[in-house]
Protein backbone atom coordinates (compact mmCIF):
# COMPACT_ATOMS: atom_id res chain seq x y z
CA UNK A 1 0.00 0.00 0.00
CA UNK A 2 2.87 2.05 1.11
CA UNK A 3 4.37 1.80 -2.45
CA UNK A 4 1.43 2.70 -4.44
CA UNK A 5 0.65 5.92 -2.25
CA UNK A 6 4.90 6.25 -3.05
CA UNK A 7 4.30 6.32 -6.58
CA UNK A 8 1.05 7.80 -6.78
CA UNK A 9 2.55 11.32 -5.07
CA UNK A 10 5.28 10.94 -7.71
CA UNK A 11 3.17 11.43 -10.78
CA UNK A 12 1.50 14.02 -8.83
CA UNK A 13 4.65 16.03 -8.44
CA UNK A 14 5.23 14.86 -12.06
CA UNK A 15 2.22 16.12 -13.69
CA UNK A 16 2.75 19.54 -11.33
CA UNK A 17 5.96 20.15 -12.80
CA UNK A 18 4.81 19.65 -16.45
CA UNK A 19 2.32 22.71 -15.67
CA UNK A 20 5.15 24.84 -14.17
CA UNK A 21 5.58 28.12 -15.52
CA UNK A 22 8.08 27.98 -18.52
CA UNK A 23 7.64 31.40 -19.76
CA UNK A 24 9.94 33.67 -19.26
CA UNK A 25 9.88 37.62 -20.60
CA UNK A 26 13.27 39.83 -20.84
CA UNK A 27 15.09 42.64 -22.50
CA UNK A 28 11.96 45.46 -22.67
CA UNK A 29 11.22 48.55 -20.93
CA UNK A 30 8.19 48.94 -18.49
CA UNK A 31 8.21 52.78 -19.23
CA UNK A 32 9.16 54.66 -22.20
CA UNK A 33 8.76 58.63 -22.60
CA UNK A 34 8.58 61.07 -25.28
CA UNK A 35 8.96 64.68 -24.37
CA UNK A 36 7.22 66.00 -27.08
CA UNK A 37 4.01 64.85 -28.42
CA UNK A 38 4.74 63.40 -32.06
CA UNK A 39 6.44 60.41 -31.91
CA UNK A 40 5.51 56.81 -31.58
CA UNK A 41 6.64 55.26 -28.54
CA UNK A 42 7.45 51.60 -28.56
CA UNK A 43 8.88 48.53 -26.38
CA UNK A 44 9.89 45.46 -27.68
CA UNK A 45 10.56 42.24 -25.22
CA UNK A 46 11.91 39.01 -25.92
CA UNK A 47 9.78 35.74 -25.00
CA UNK A 48 11.50 32.55 -24.00
CA UNK A 49 9.99 29.22 -23.82
CA UNK A 50 12.43 27.20 -21.10
CA UNK A 51 10.00 24.41 -21.02
CA UNK A 52 10.77 20.99 -22.48
CA UNK A 53 7.87 21.19 -24.86
CA UNK A 54 6.87 23.51 -27.82
CA UNK A 55 3.75 26.09 -26.63
CA UNK A 56 1.56 27.87 -28.58
CA UNK A 57 1.20 31.40 -27.62
CA UNK A 58 -2.06 33.95 -27.34
CA UNK A 59 -1.80 37.54 -26.45
CA UNK A 60 -3.69 39.26 -24.62
CA UNK A 61 -4.43 42.75 -24.02
CA UNK A 62 -5.85 44.95 -21.23
CA UNK A 63 -6.43 48.78 -21.74
CA UNK A 64 -5.79 50.34 -18.09
CA UNK A 65 -5.40 53.81 -19.30
CA UNK A 66 -5.48 55.05 -22.61
CA UNK A 67 -5.78 58.97 -23.31
CA UNK A 68 -8.22 60.51 -25.70
CA UNK A 69 -7.40 60.44 -29.31
CA UNK A 70 -4.17 57.85 -29.05
CA UNK A 71 -4.20 54.70 -30.37
CA UNK A 72 -2.17 50.96 -29.93
CA UNK A 73 -1.05 48.25 -31.77
CA UNK A 74 1.36 45.30 -30.98
CA UNK A 75 2.57 42.82 -33.02
CA UNK A 76 3.72 39.16 -32.50
CA UNK A 77 5.37 36.53 -34.04
CA UNK A 78 4.68 36.68 -37.82
CA UNK A 79 1.78 39.06 -37.71
CA UNK A 80 0.82 43.19 -36.61
CA UNK A 81 -2.50 43.43 -35.13
CA UNK A 82 -4.83 46.50 -35.79
CA UNK A 83 -5.52 48.92 -32.91
CA UNK A 84 -8.03 47.51 -31.00
CA UNK A 85 -6.40 44.04 -30.96
CA UNK A 86 -7.98 42.44 -27.34
CA UNK A 87 -6.40 39.54 -28.13
CA UNK A 88 -4.49 37.14 -30.80
CA UNK A 89 -6.93 35.36 -33.20
CA UNK A 90 -3.34 33.20 -34.00
CA UNK A 91 -1.20 31.38 -31.61
CA UNK A 92 2.43 31.63 -32.14
CA UNK A 93 4.37 28.42 -31.68
CA UNK A 94 7.82 28.80 -29.85
CA UNK A 95 9.93 25.50 -29.65
CA UNK A 96 11.65 23.77 -26.33
CA UNK A 97 14.14 25.89 -25.25
CA UNK A 98 13.70 28.44 -28.57
CA UNK A 99 12.33 32.46 -28.22
CA UNK A 100 10.02 34.60 -30.34
CA UNK A 101 11.52 38.24 -29.76
CA UNK A 102 9.32 39.54 -32.29
CA UNK A 103 6.89 41.22 -29.66
CA UNK A 104 6.44 45.22 -30.18
CA UNK A 105 3.88 47.48 -28.71
CA UNK A 106 3.39 50.95 -29.99
CA UNK A 107 1.45 53.80 -28.98
CA UNK A 108 0.75 56.85 -31.29
CA UNK A 109 -0.35 60.18 -29.47
CA UNK A 110 -1.94 61.33 -32.15
CA UNK A 111 -0.52 65.32 -30.80
CA UNK A 112 -2.09 64.36 -27.59
CA UNK A 113 0.01 64.62 -23.83
CA UNK A 114 -0.87 61.51 -21.13
CA UNK A 115 0.21 58.33 -20.23
CA UNK A 116 -0.74 55.08 -21.81
CA UNK A 117 -0.83 52.19 -19.61
CA UNK A 118 -1.36 49.05 -21.03
CA UNK A 119 -1.36 45.31 -19.83
CA UNK A 120 -0.35 42.55 -21.79
CA UNK A 121 -0.08 38.66 -20.83
CA UNK A 122 1.31 35.63 -23.15
CA UNK A 123 0.15 32.08 -22.52
CA UNK A 124 0.15 28.89 -23.67
CA UNK A 125 -2.84 28.14 -25.72
CA UNK A 126 -3.10 24.47 -24.26
CA UNK A 127 -1.82 25.51 -20.85
CA UNK A 128 -3.25 28.57 -19.62
CA UNK A 129 -1.49 28.24 -16.18
CA UNK A 130 1.84 28.66 -17.77
CA UNK A 131 1.76 32.35 -18.75
CA UNK A 132 3.81 35.86 -17.87
CA UNK A 133 2.99 39.03 -18.76
CA UNK A 134 3.72 43.05 -17.89
CA UNK A 135 2.45 46.51 -17.88
CA UNK A 136 3.52 48.92 -19.81
CA UNK A 137 3.32 52.59 -19.65
CA UNK A 138 3.79 55.52 -22.62
CA UNK A 139 4.19 58.92 -21.28
CA UNK A 140 4.21 61.66 -23.60
CA UNK A 141 5.15 65.60 -23.22
CA UNK A 142 7.60 64.97 -20.04
CA UNK A 143 9.06 68.12 -20.43
CA UNK A 144 6.69 71.56 -20.44
CA UNK A 145 4.79 72.29 -23.80
CA UNK A 146 6.55 75.32 -24.40
CA UNK A 147 9.74 73.52 -24.44
CA UNK A 148 8.31 71.30 -27.64
CA UNK A 149 9.77 72.46 -31.17
CA UNK A 150 6.93 71.66 -33.96
CA UNK A 151 7.85 68.92 -36.27
CA UNK A 152 5.38 69.38 -39.47
CA UNK A 153 4.90 66.72 -42.28
CA UNK A 154 4.06 62.79 -42.29
CA UNK A 155 6.16 60.40 -40.55
CA UNK A 156 7.53 57.19 -42.32
CA UNK A 157 5.15 54.10 -42.56
CA UNK A 158 5.55 52.81 -39.39
CA UNK A 159 5.47 48.71 -40.93
CA UNK A 160 7.04 48.78 -43.15
CA UNK A 161 7.42 45.79 -44.60
CA UNK A 162 3.60 46.14 -44.51
CA UNK A 163 1.34 43.06 -45.01
CA UNK A 164 -1.94 44.20 -44.01
CA UNK A 165 -1.84 47.16 -43.10
CA UNK A 166 0.29 50.17 -41.90
CA UNK A 167 0.35 53.66 -40.33
CA UNK A 168 1.62 57.21 -40.86
CA UNK A 169 1.52 59.66 -38.49
CA UNK A 170 1.11 63.24 -39.52
CA UNK A 171 1.64 67.00 -37.64
CA UNK A 172 0.82 70.06 -39.71
CA UNK A 173 0.80 73.57 -39.60
CA UNK A 174 -2.53 73.31 -40.95
CA UNK A 175 -5.04 71.39 -42.38
CA UNK A 176 -7.02 71.52 -45.85
CA UNK A 177 -9.98 69.29 -47.43
CA UNK A 178 -7.87 68.65 -49.91
CA UNK A 179 -4.41 66.78 -48.18
CA UNK A 180 -4.25 63.29 -49.61
CA UNK A 181 -2.04 60.90 -49.09
CA UNK A 182 -1.33 58.80 -52.90
CA UNK A 183 0.17 55.24 -53.41
CA UNK A 184 1.86 54.35 -56.58
CA UNK A 185 3.44 51.36 -57.91
CA UNK A 186 6.61 51.44 -59.43
CA UNK A 187 5.00 51.81 -63.07
CA UNK A 188 3.80 55.30 -62.26
CA UNK A 189 0.33 53.99 -61.72
CA UNK A 190 -1.85 55.14 -58.79
CA UNK A 191 -3.03 52.59 -56.67
CA UNK A 192 -4.57 54.48 -53.65
CA UNK A 193 -5.78 57.89 -52.34
CA UNK A 194 -6.46 58.13 -48.96
CA UNK A 195 -7.82 61.56 -47.25
CA UNK A 196 -5.35 63.20 -44.40
CA UNK A 197 -8.10 65.25 -42.42
CA UNK A 198 -7.19 67.40 -39.56
CA UNK A 199 -3.93 69.05 -38.20
CA UNK A 200 -2.49 65.65 -36.45
CA UNK A 201 -3.32 62.13 -36.26
CA UNK A 202 -2.85 59.05 -38.08
CA UNK A 203 -3.94 57.31 -40.47
CA UNK A 204 -3.92 53.72 -41.05
CA UNK A 205 -3.74 52.33 -44.71
CA UNK A 206 -4.98 49.04 -45.60
CA UNK A 207 -2.13 47.29 -48.01
CA UNK A 208 -4.06 43.38 -47.91
CA UNK A 209 -6.16 44.16 -51.04
CA UNK A 210 -2.42 45.86 -52.34
CA UNK A 211 0.12 43.18 -54.46
CA UNK A 212 3.37 42.07 -53.10
CA UNK A 213 6.63 44.94 -53.73
CA UNK A 214 7.56 48.50 -54.52
CA UNK A 215 5.30 51.44 -53.94
CA UNK A 216 5.58 55.07 -53.37
CA UNK A 217 3.78 56.57 -50.58
CA UNK A 218 3.38 61.18 -51.24
CA UNK A 219 2.25 63.42 -49.01
CA UNK A 220 0.54 66.17 -51.00
CA UNK A 221 -0.60 69.78 -49.73
CA UNK A 222 -1.97 72.58 -51.84
CA UNK A 223 -1.22 70.63 -54.96
CA UNK A 224 2.90 70.18 -54.02
CA UNK A 225 4.51 66.60 -52.71
CA UNK A 226 5.37 67.47 -49.13
CA UNK A 227 7.07 64.06 -48.46
CA UNK A 228 7.53 60.95 -50.14
CA UNK A 229 8.20 57.44 -48.67
CA UNK A 230 9.11 54.16 -49.93
CA UNK A 231 6.76 51.13 -48.99
CA UNK A 232 7.19 47.74 -49.17
CA UNK A 233 4.01 45.88 -49.03
CA UNK A 234 5.08 41.46 -48.29
CA UNK A 235 2.29 39.28 -47.44
CA UNK A 236 2.83 36.64 -45.00
Same mark, same amino acid.
Do not use: W
Given at each position: ?27 ? #? ?5 ? @?? &? ?9 ? $??? %? ?72 ? #? ?5 ? @?? &? ?9 ? $??? %? ?72 ? #? ?13
Amino acid at each position: MRKYLLLLICLIGLSFNSKAQNLVLSNF #NTTVSDP @GN &TNTLESIARLD $NNG %SSTVNIVVERDVINLPTGMFELFCFGQYCNPPGTAMTSYATPIVAGGRESTFDAKVIPNGNCGTATIHYRFYDQ #NNPADST @GF &TLDFAFCTQGL $NDI %SESYGLSKPLRNPADQFTVFNYNLASSSSNDKLYIYNMLGSLVKTVDVSGKNGSLVVNTADLKSGLYIASYVSE #NKVKNSYKLVVSHR
